[in-house]
């Protein structure tokens, strides 16, 4: 592959991980909150639905985002190995060390905030 065109789709990649990481991660939170408050678009949603939404949707949205975010880092590496200047090889290490950080930061936030929305709906069904 020739460096302008490792370059570029590395770049392409880069952009394109952030954005579905982005999107992931903003559908998971919305979810997230919908456990918490118990409401979705006003409507109240009973304790054992809340329930289901933790394990059937929540933890697959969590799995989903950190296998991504793996796959965009393997795939900057795996890109980073087929170009010869080091420059554009640094920067496909980069952007992979960057995706892995962020895989790595998928796996703390969906563990703190799984055993969070257990807690919370532990709480509510107390009450």
């Not at 054992?48 to 933890?59: F, I, K, V």
């Amino acid at each position: 592959m020739s460096d302008s065109t490792g370059l570029i789709v590395i770049s392409f990649l880069g952009a394109l991980g952030f954005y579905m990481n982005y999107y992931a991660a903003k559908m998971q939170n919305d979810l997230g909150a919908q456990i918490c408050t118990g409401f979705i678009n006003g409507a109240p949603v009973p304790i054992t639905q809340r329930w289901l939404m933790l394990y059937n949707q929540y933890t697959p949205y969590s799995i989903g985002g950190f296998t991504l975010s793996i796959w965009f880092g393997v795939a900057q590496l795996l890109l980073a190995s087929y170009v010869s200047d080091e420059k554009v090889k640094a920067l496909g290490y980069l952007a992979a060390f960057m995706v892995f950080v962020g895989s790595l930061m998928w796996l703390a936030h969906t563990s703190v905030t799984f055993f969070s929305y257990r807690s919370v709906l532990r709480q509510a069904e107390a009450d």
